[in-house]
């Protein structure tokens, strides 16, 4: 029997047989993995990376592997994955499709290709994006669901270089797997400026009176203004921007009320605002400044029954998005007096129509979609995304992911070698199902000293997933889409804590797979209840298989798996052992359990190659084995 590897060791050669061999043209798309090492020991990497093994479990594992990617970086090769699935060593080629600051644009030419094509036709996007790993994006370009089609598997990450991702098909990014990052936070005093910016100069008519004067008027009665000290402003959307606006607003003098059904209302003591309904905001407000996202729940919420039971003569301010308000309506509360002025900087269609009655309409300021654009906002806004897409494509999880959960890097460091055993155990579990098929419901079941509240298994569940999923399907399965995927297909998992008396010191004592209601090609993987289960543990940092259906083992998971079951008899080991020499298939752990002495036992035989067919035969052939599974990890 060979010895046991050091996971150092392991590691190490398992990555370097994945580096070796990641230019080999695969009809499949690889087996794109959403972990893999870091160069940054305490992280661990969770979205796609073409070439990186899972099998990473311990922190000198990590070391190791750390080295082998610093041999990688100094050489300048980037794993990537093209179009084909081929997994190709050349950089990532970023396409930035708006104009971005050129400190942003400089730190994503020192990671991949970029390159900027502004003004594409969204036939031109879809045409391009199948050869891109990332895309940048503004306001300004559709995201739909054609461009992740077009994109065929490749496009990795969509950074929104801004805050606002309406602009992106969410649910078709998730499908996808293609994880979406924007920059939520570099721009957020420029939109608040700009939101003063409007109030304060629709308030005087800056701009209707700067055009009369250079039309050559001079209109000092028809342009009085309002004052606003002592004026009630309501914001709609007590976010980062509203906040801002507010806090500037009560330096003006105004009294500010605010609507926002998920902000802490001591965010909004702190600033000395009164959250309110949305009846009362609109009803009382003298101004109405709009500063919540364009979703399902706020498309046109100011519209024609919203606008009469506002205060009439009152004035709106939009910086947030122009979807928000029904626009033809507000034309229409415009003309009718309930709305005495608009400033708006954002529109339904971008840019709108030329003939628009609301742009033209002269109780109406429009400025064309500047709330962002300053020059420290641009410059905040392009590093902030840069940094983002760089670390999504280097396969780190975004701490500005939109449609992927958010989990701390001191959990990712912690969590690293059981996100191993937890993808080893949905494969291996996957195996045991006659035909892989027909699966529909399984139970993660975790053991652990924590309390609940402090054990974040979302990440766990994903890799049960992936590892469950992958091996019976084209999809390629990330943190992005583990659970739609799952939910498509049908597969439902569900989970459950025990509590233990151990050390809270670990995350985990255990993780056991259960599938049920499904036939098993190795029927001693039941257990009592009829459902496939097995059971891991995470030893020194390698993940191990502890338990299959009723039988204890022990063997650590890696290279492939060979379940056997016999008569528990002297020499056993010793002639499947021989079987295996003979056919130089390197046996590289062994562990038997049984339930009763003399009765069944369970050899797990860990083996670095699959044994060809004759070789499984011949075990078959052994008079006391009973019944045995090849299993690929
Ligand atoms: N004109 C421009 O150039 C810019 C526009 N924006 C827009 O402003 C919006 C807000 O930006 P941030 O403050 O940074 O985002 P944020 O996420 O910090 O704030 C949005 C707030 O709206 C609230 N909200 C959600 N649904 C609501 C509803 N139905 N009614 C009232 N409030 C609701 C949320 O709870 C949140 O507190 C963005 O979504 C974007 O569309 C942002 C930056 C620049
Ligand atoms: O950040 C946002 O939500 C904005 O609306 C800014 O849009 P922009 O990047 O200037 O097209």
Same mark, same amino acid.
């Given at each position: 029997?060979?010895?046991?590897?050091?996971?150092?060791?392991a590691?190490?050669?398992?990555?370097?047989?994945?580096?070796?061999?990641?230019?080999?043209?695969? =009809?499949?798309?690889?087996?794109?993995?959403?972990?893999?090492?870091?160069?940054?020991?305490?992280?661990?990497?969770?979205?796609?990376?073409?070439? %990186?093994?899972?099998?990473?479990?311990?922190?000198?594992?990590?070391?190791?592997?750390?080295?082998?990617?610093?041999?990688?970086?100094?050489a300048?090769?980037?794993?990537?994955?093209?179009?084909?699935?081929?997994?190709s060593?050349?950089?990532?080629?970023?396409?930035?499709?708006?104009?971005?600051?050129?400190?942003?644009l400089?730190?994503?030419?020192?990671?991949?290709?970029? /390159?900027?094509?502004?003004?594409?036709?969204?036939q031109?996007?879809?045409?391009?994006?199948?050869?891109?790993?990332?895309?940048?994006?503004?306001?300004?370009?559709?995201?739909?669901?054609?461009?992740?089609?077009?994109?065929?598997?490749?496009?990795?990450?969509?950074?929104?270089?801004?805050?606002?991702?309406?602009?992106?098909?969410?649910?078709?990014?998730?499908e996808?797997?293609?994880?979406?990052? =924007?920059?939520?936070?570099?721009?957020?005093?420029?939109?608040?400026?700009?939101?003063?910016?409007?109030?304060?100069?629709?308030?005087?008519?800056?701009?209707?009176?700067?055009?009369?004067?250079?039309?050559?008027?001079?209109?000092?009665?028809?342009?009085?203004?309002?004052?606003?000290?002592?004026?009630?402003?309501?914001?709609?959307?007590f976010?980062?921007?509203?906040?801002e606006?507010?806090?500037?607003?009560?330096?003006?003098?105004?009294?500010?009320?605010?609507?926002? #059904?998920?902000? #802490?209302? /001591?965010?909004?003591?702190?600033?000395?605002? /009164?959250?309110?309904s949305?009846?009362?905001?609109?009803?009382?407000?003298?101004?109405?400044?709009?500063h919540m996202?364009?979703?399902?729940?706020?498309?046109?919420?100011?519209?024609?029954?919203? %606008?009469?039971?506002?205060?009439?003569?009152?004035?709106?301010i939009?910086?947030?998005?122009?979807?928000?308000?029904?626009?033809?309506?507000?034309?229409?509360?415009?003309?009718?007096?309930?709305?005495?002025?608009?400033?708006?900087?954002?529109?339904?269609?971008?840019? #709108?129509?030329?003939?628009?009655?609301?742009v033209?309409?002269?109780?109406?300021?429009?400025?064309?979609?500047?709330?962002?654009?300053?020059?420290?906002a641009?410059?905040?806004?392009?590093?902030?995304?840069?940094?983002?897409?760089?670390?999504?494509?280097?396969?780190?999880?975004?701490a500005?992911?939109?449609?992927?959960?958010?989990?701390?890097?001191?959990?990712?460091?912690?969590?690293?070698?059981?996100?191993?055993?937890?993808?080893?155990?949905?494969?291996?579990?996957v195996?045991?199902?006659?035909?892989?098929?027909?699966?529909?419901?399984?139970?993660?079941?975790?053991?652990?000293?924590?309390?609940?509240?402090?054990?974040?298994?979302?990440?766990?569940?994903?890799?049960?997933?992936?590892?469950?999923?992958?091996?019976?399907?084209?999809?390629?399965?990330?943190?992005?889409?583990?659970?739609?995927?799952?939910?498509?297909?049908?597969?439902?998992?569900?989970e459950?804590?025990?509590?233990?008396?151990?050390?809270?010191?670990?995350?985990?004592?255990?993780?056991?797979?259960?599938?049920?209601n499904v036939?098993?090609?190795?029927?001693?993987?039941?257990?009592?209840?009829?459902n496939?289960?097995?059971?891991?543990?995470?030893?020194?940092?390698?993940?191990?298989?502890?338990?299959?259906?009723?039988?204890?083992? /022990?063997?650590?998971?890696?290279?492939?798996?060979?379940?056997?079951?016999?008569?528990?008899?002297?020499?056993?080991?010793?002639?499947?052992?021989?079987?295996?020499?003979?056919s130089?298939?390197?046996?590289? %752990?062994?562990?038997?359990?049984?339930?009763?002495?003399?009765?069944?036992?369970?050899?797990?035989?860990?083996?670095?190659?699959?044994?060809?067919?004759?070789?499984?035969?011949?075990?078959?052939?052994?008079?006391?084995?009973?019944? %045995?599974?090849?299993?690929?990890?």
């Amino acid at each position: 029997m060979a010895s046991t590897p050091s996971p150092h060791t392991a590691a190490t050669a398992h990555l370097n047989s994945l580096l070796s061999s990641s230019s080999v043209n695969h =009809n499949k798309p690889s087996n794109l993995s959403f972990l893999h090492a870091s160069s940054n020991p305490s992280s661990i990497k969770l979205l796609h990376s073409s070439s %990186f093994s899972p099998s990473i479990s311990s922190s000198s594992s990590t070391t190791a592997i750390c080295n082998v990617l610093k041999t990688v970086e100094s050489a300048d090769i980037s794993l990537s994955r093209d179009l084909h699935g081929v997994v190709s060593t050349s950089k990532p080629t970023i396409l930035v499709s708006e104009k971005l600051g050129e400190a942003g644009l400089a730190l994503l030419r020192s990671f991949g290709n970029v /390159d900027c094509s502004y003004d594409l036709s969204p036939q031109d996007l879809c045409a391009k994006i199948s050869l891109c790993d990332a895309l940048i994006v503004r306001s300004g370009t559709k995201v739909t669901r054609e461009v992740f089609e077009a994109a065929q598997g490749r496009l990795k990450v969509v950074g929104r270089a801004g805050v606002g991702i309406d602009n992106v098909d969410l649910q078709a990014a998730t499908e996808f797997g293609c994880l979406v990052v =924007n920059a939520p936070t570099a721009n957020t005093i420029a939109a608040a400026e700009h939101g003063i910016a409007l109030l304060t100069s629709m308030a005087r008519n800056v701009a209707q009176s700067d055009a009369s004067m250079k039309a050559g008027k001079w209109l000092r009665s028809k342009y009085v203004g309002v004052s606003l000290v002592g004026k009630t402003l309501a914001i709609m959307g007590f976010g980062k921007v509203g906040s801002e606006v507010a806090r500037r607003a009560k330096g003006l003098g105004m009294h500010v009320i605010a609507h926002d #059904p998920y902000a #802490p209302a /001591d965010r909004a003591r702190a600033i000395g605002v /009164d959250l309110v309904s949305f009846e009362q905001a609109i009803s009382t407000a003298d101004f109405i400044s709009l500063h919540m996202p364009l979703t399902p729940a706020t498309n046109k919420v100011f519209n024609d029954d919203t %606008f009469p039971k506002m205060k009439k003569g009152v004035r709106l301010i939009n910086v947030a998005r122009g979807g928000v308000i029904d626009e033809d309506a507000l034309v229409r509360a415009l003309d009718s007096g309930i709305v005495a002025q608009a400033a708006l900087d954002v529109f339904t269609v971008e840019p #709108p129509p030329k003939d628009s009655k609301l742009v033209q309409h002269e109780n109406v300021t429009v400025t064309p979609h500047l709330g962002a654009s300053t020059k420290e906002a641009q410059e905040g806004v392009a590093i902030e995304i840069a940094e983002a897409v760089v670390g999504a494509l280097n396969g780190e999880l975004s701490a500005t992911a939109v449609n992927a959960p958010m989990v701390p890097p001191e959990v990712l460091s912690e969590l690293a070698p059981y996100v191993v055993l937890a993808e080893k155990l949905g494969r291996l579990a996957v195996q045991l199902v006659t035909g892989g098929s027909g699966i529909q419901s399984v139970k993660v079941v975790y053991k652990s000293a924590r309390d609940p509240d402090s054990l974040d298994t979302r990440l766990l569940r994903a890799m049960v997933t992936k590892g469950i999923i992958e091996p019976i399907s084209d999809t390629i399965i990330n943190l992005v889409n583990a659970d739609f995927s799952a939910k498509q297909k049908g597969l439902r998992i569900s989970e459950e804590r025990i509590i233990v008396d151990s050390s809270p010191e670990y995350p985990v004592e255990s993780i056991q797979v259960q599938i049920s209601n499904v036939q098993s090609r190795f029927a001693s993987a039941l257990s009592e209840n009829g459902n496939i289960s097995i059971e891991g543990k995470v030893k020194y940092g390698v993940p191990h298989l502890t338990r299959v259906g009723p039988f204890s083992v /022990d063997v650590s998971l890696e290279g492939n798996l060979i379940l056997c079951k016999q008569v528990d008899q002297p020499g056993m080991i010793g002639k499947v052992g021989n079987i295996l020499g003979e056919s130089n298939v390197n046996v590289s %752990f062994m562990s038997v359990g049984r339930t009763v002495k003399g009765k069944q036992a369970i050899m797990a035989i860990g083996v670095d190659e699959e044994p060809d067919k004759d070789t499984q035969k011949k075990i078959g052939e052994v008079s006391a084995v009973e019944e %045995f599974v090849f299993l690929k990890l």
